[in-house]
């Protein structure tokens, strides 16, 4: 397994979670790492990523402000930190890797990724 999510769960509208994405150094060491999520009947989206340069980072705009995403090389493990969540941010949440130099760029389309996690259900109550 290239990708491992982890952190989704249950909580109330306006809480925070923090998910992270462990993947294996090779993969990990040359690649913009990027989260993506799927609400029910919807297609997957983009909601943010970050180049191997931690200075780049690109969010959808729907959660710009709330969410972060950083990466920790020691730990080859991406981070979306999210705060003040909604029930509309309700999805389940894949982390995602794309082969790309230091400075990205940072994709945003599924197609552009080619390695990825198996998803981690984030659910927000209202």
């Known amino acids: 397994v290239q990708l491992q999510a982890s952190g989704g769960g249950l909580v109330q509208a306006g809480g925070s979670l923090k998910l992270s994405c462990a993947a294996s150094e090779r993969t990990y060491s040359r690649s913009t790492m990027g989260w993506f999520r799927q609400a029910p009947g919807k297609e997957r989206e983009f909601v943010a990523g970050i180049a191997r340069r931690v200075e780049v980072t690109t969010y959808s705009g729907s959660v710009k402000g709330r969410f972060t995403v950083s990466r920790d090389d020691w730990k080859n493990t991406a981070y979306l930190q999210m705060n003040n969540l909604k029930p509309e941010d309700t999805a389940v949440y894949y982390c995602?890797?794309?082969?790309?130099?230091?400075?990205?760029?940072?994709?945003?389309?599924?197609?552009?990724?080619?390695?990825w996690g198996q998803g981690t259900q984030v659910t927000v109550s209202s």
């Open positions: 995602a890797a794309a082969t790309a130099g230091p400075w990205g760029p940072v994709r945003t389309t599924t197609g552009d990724y080619s390695d």
